[in-house]
């Protein structure tokens, strides 16, 4: 943990008299440290500092009781109103100036104005347990002395007849809520929790603490893995000794970056968060970090369906993006799913328009490659080329080992051993089988020979592919799958805009033909689609994702001409960012239209290979469907007999009759 402010109770009430004089000083920590500061902000620092300092002064609190303002946690990054410390305990305090709140249809979030309008916020209570948990699971200090850590919220502007019965949540753990006319509990609260002043500088300690995993957790994490074997039962046998090699690597005090190669669905992510667990239970601070939000909701969402992990497991999970300095310097092991995202150009982890010092800019401008190379012990990239789908999207094994090499030459007395790893070959998806992945690269590969009907591979028995006539088609399959019990999953390729007209959900509508209305997703965890609308995936929500069955739409920007499959990036949407605007120019240079090539081409491999049971299609060219067909179901050819067990539907909605 680390803050901004430390003062005993005494300073600090003594500087909040001058709010200008505290939160100017909080401003100038803050902007320092790299981070913009909104109106907004300051003047929650202003209002709720100095309320706090008018409740506090004249009470019967010991005045060496130390005070930290926006303190940072361990993993998260997030920021901490008020920490207070004595020597029996910690109070992590969250002050609200809210006046009104509502309840939302999430029972983990409240309606309230802020921002000058009307918002979702995370329950405050729920914020300050999330706090509480986090140092109480990742602090070595604070696990050490058994310190008793409690939370509590003082929405100061708000009575209790207001805001209680929309900010009753049940569940919030050791947290306390205080309203305007609560000053006095909140006090009492204050003095059982904190007891006198503590000898020494309790905050500083802690906040130089080495982030590790609690005792609680290690124990927890006990059934999921084997020590005794070095081993994990949630990893094939295929995945065992690559696992114990990373896991030996891990084991030597030399740094280290290990790069670990697999295609689409051959257990990179599985790797990854059985090596998380191993890494939690030996006590090592260690983070998973994934290059989209989405991906990260996704697994938080599979392992709380799984149940039996504490919440300080979900804690380890972080979107890439989301990372500040403090939080990777304080993880001993990095591992990095969708590495392929690291150095997207010209994407700084914070907004462009923030202040830094020359020395932070340098850092935080750097390509996320070489900043984690350089700021962690041993960092393990799970990379797939193949899955580049944007022209941000830039690293490869040959960025590796420059990164390397420039990090050792750089930093002589941290060099970094490179470990390129022997590639996941195992296929997880697809019915197990590797035939269906091969057979789409081939389809997919600009520079192989044009496909012939007897170019059709051996499937695993059991995995089904279907070229369906229409959108609608493709719908009622899944539908079908779904009332089954299956999961399912509809995607496309962003060739369709949105019609931004009023009738449409929030303007977020399209349409394919006079029959589909779709809505693309814009959120990880966005609400089910209005009633006749069906909610879409781009290839960036459902990238390293999968499902029983998807649907697939390829859009026109993959057709098919002159006997090869070819590209169209004019096709694609102007609001496709995943391009990188490339579909909005008239000319592309020889080089660009190779960037844009593959990324239509790495989309549709992606999108293609999420299902582990079966796949229904529709193309928007009827060239490209017709030449798929055949290839999978030539008419009278001997080469569809080495297809056992895939279905194709020739012309007709499975299931049709007529």
Known sequence: MESLCRFTLQEFIARAQDGSRLTGLLETRLVAAGYPVTEGE??????????????????SLDPGIQVGLEVRMPLSGRRADVILAGADGLVVLELKQWRQVSPSSDPCRVMTRTGGCLQAVLHPCLQAAGYVSELASWNQVLQERALSLHGAVWLHNMDRQQGELPLEVPGSGPVSLFFAGDGGALIRCLQSSLGPAPAGDLLGLLQSAPVRPGPGLRRLLTDMIRPETGGSSGLPALCQPLFAQILSILKDSRPSLMVVTGGCGTGKTALALQLLFHCLHAGQSCLLTFGTAGLRHYMRDQLDTAGGLPPAVFQTL???????????????????????RLTRRDRPILPAKAVLSPGLDCCLRAPMLDWLADQSRHLVLFLDESQRVSPDDGCTLADIRRCVALHNRTHPQRRKTLW?????????????????????????????????????VPVCSGYEFHILPTPQAVVRALDRKKAAGDSVRLCAGRCWPQSRQKPEPEGRGFHIGPGFRGIWKTDCRQAPAPAGYRLVDSVQDIQGQEADWTGVFIGPDLVYRNDRVQTDWRARSVSDRLMGGLQARVRLRMEEQEEADDVIRNTYRVLLTRARKGCFVWCADRALGRHLQALFAPAASPSSASLPGLPVSAGREIGDRN
Request: net charge negative; proline share 9%; aromatic share 6%.
């Open 42 to 59: 300051y003047r929650s620092w202003q209002n709720s500092l100095s309320a706090l300092a008018g409740l506090l002064s004249g009470t």
């Open 318 to 340: 972080q979107p890439l993006a989301a990372f500040g300095p403090p939080v990777h310097r304080q993880a001993e092991v990095i591992l990095v799913d969708e590495a392929h």
């Open 420 to 456: 390129e790893l022997p590639p996941l070959r195992m296929q997880l998806r697809c019915a197990g089988g590797a035939g269906f992945p091969a057979w789409v690269d081939k389809v997919l590969d600009r520079a192989g020979e044009p496909l012939q009907l007897t170019d059709a």
